[in-house]
T-cell receptor
Framework: EAQVTQNPRYLITVTGKKLTVTCSQNMNHEYMSWYRQDPGLGLRQIYY???????DKGDVPEGYKVSRKEKRNFPLILESPSPNQTSLYFCASSSGGTDIYEQYFGPGTRLTVT | GQNIDQPTEMTATEGAIVQINCTYQTSGFNGLFWYQQHAGEAPTFLSY????GLEEKGRFSSFLSRSKGYSYLLLKELQMKDSASYLCAVRASRFMDSSYKLIFGSGTRLLVRP
């Protein structure tokens, strides 16, 4: 089954404790992206990757890191989480290029930083 | 700057037609997407427009006017299951660069009443 998976689905952590949220897709997609979703603000793009070893900042990259060492994986790293990073996070992937390719979203990771 | 506006909430009656508007101001416009998101779930793709005009897909249609920075999503024969948030998203490409990012509006919460 074609899908985007994220782990963990739920996470409660404390300020400053490094964490990684994994994202994996099995559709051989070139483009992968991370978003955060907050009430009243909608989905905001954190980082995206056009292909392996190619990443770029979205609109809200501060406090986050990503890497794209393999095509299928695109982990999101919070080196020192803070309470303002409490949010719902979505990973998404799509075929590359600028044609119609829609994004497929993972199920989401609900992160709480205390 | 980049900006996308949608109404926050709309209410409609089962069986009726509803139009959800989206206006945008972005540089490097390269396509507009509509996504549906049920509460607690990931967004799912509904439609895509890159040229002016209407795209029809079953009960859903989407319209784009690039000169006006305007799009709408038209939902016909509304069903209770159409109660969800509808997200407008613009793909913006960088000049002379195939890289692109997606900018989402805050979403329109649609409530369908019996």
């Amino acid at each position: 089954e074609a899908q985007v998976t994220q782990n963990p689905r739920y996470l409660i952590t404390v300020t400053g404790k490094k964490l990684t949220v994994t994202c994996s897709q099995n559709m051989n997609h070139e483009y992968m992206s991370w978003y955060r979703q907050d009430p009243g603000l909608g989905l905001r793009q954190i980082y995206y990757s056009m292909n392996v070893e190619v990443t770029d900042k979205g609109d809200v990259p501060e406090g986050y890191k990503v890497s794209r060492k393999e095509k299928r994986n695109f982990p999101l790293i919070l080196e020192s989480p803070s309470p303002n990073q409490t949010s719902l996070y979505f990973c998404a992937s799509s075929s590359g290029g600028t044609d119609i390719y829609e994004q497929y979203f993972g199920p989401g990771t609900r992160l709480t930083v205390t | 700057g980049q900006n996308i506006d949608q109404p926050t909430e709309m209410t409609a009656t089962e069986g009726a037609i509803v139009q959800i508007n989206c206006t945008y101001q972005t540089s490097g416009f390269n396509g507009l997407f509509w996504y549906q998101q049920h509460a607690g779930e990931a967004p799912t793709f509904l439609s895509y427009n890159v040229l002016d005009g209407l795209e029809e897909k079953g009960r859903f249609s989407s319209f784009l006017s690039r000169s006006k920075g305007y799009s709408y999503l038209l939902l016909k024969e509304l069903q209770m299951k159409d109660s969800a948030s509808y997200l407008c998203a613009v793909r913006a490409s960088r000049f002379m660069d195939s890289s692109y990012k997606l900018i989402f509006g805050s979403g329109t919460r649609l409530l369908v009443r019996p």
